[in-house]
């Protein structure tokens, strides 16, 4: 039967599902908040904290400093500086939550994030349905040899199976996560049988869910049909600064 560890925490269907926080951006940019919005989910009973790692100068092109979201003021590539945390930052974020016996992940959006996270012992990966097809950065990740967590957002089949034959050459451990990309998620559009539809096409996979909807009931549906990895989205307030731009751009 399917299982990998991560972090020291076995993941598979002989195990509880593995629920993880997504922090992301929500801090706007302050290890301060992070490490609050970190302490609330711990305290909440969540096992892993992630994050996004983000070194914009890599992971952008300067034609993003004259993008300009339809609900913001601020180019993408500055609300992306202003979101980010540094290196030194990031770090510290992961000491404080290995410091209270939990398991830090983040989502590089470049190789360069990939090169930091590396650089900081991370236990595995976290990629993002936007980098579903992302192969290069896959590839560059996957040469860790470490476990991947890969949502797979708005990719069919046929998009997933790069990645994932990405991952058997390696020999790496990986999850698929089933993600709607609409936040928040109608119930009726959760679709928890593409999940099924990845269980029975990539049948080394362990599969979760990535969840947006704004109750428990889609991921009890997915626990019942053998997600073993729930991922949801994580703030204290809807009303924090930033939360409503900022959750366009979560994974």
Known sequence: MNEFSLGGRKVGLN?????????????????????????????????????????????????????????????????????????????????????????????????????????????GYKIGSGECNNYPLIKHVADFGKPIILSTGMNDIDSIRPAVEIFRERNIPYALLHTTNIYPTPNHLVRLGAMSELQETFGDAIIGLSDHTVSNHACFGAVALGACILERHFTDSMSREGQILLILWIL
Request: aromatic share 2%.
């Open 15 to 123: 195990h509880p599902p593995l629920v993880i926080a997504e922090i992301g951006i929500n801090h706007n940019g302050s290890l301060e908040n992070a490490i609050h919005l970190a302490d609330q989910a711990i305290d909440a009973g969540i096992e892993v904290i992630k994050h996004q790692t983000h070194v914009v100068e890599d992971e952008m092109t300067s034609e993003a400093r004259s993008v300009i979201p339809g609900n913001s003021d601020k180019s993408i590539y500055q609300i992306m500086e202003e979101c980010a945390l540094d290196e030194s930052d990031e770090i510290a974020l992961k000491e404080h939550v290995e410091s209270r016996g939990k398991i830090f992940l983040s989502t590089p959006f470049s190789r360069a994030a990939a090169d930091r996270l590396e650089s900081m012992d991370v236990c």
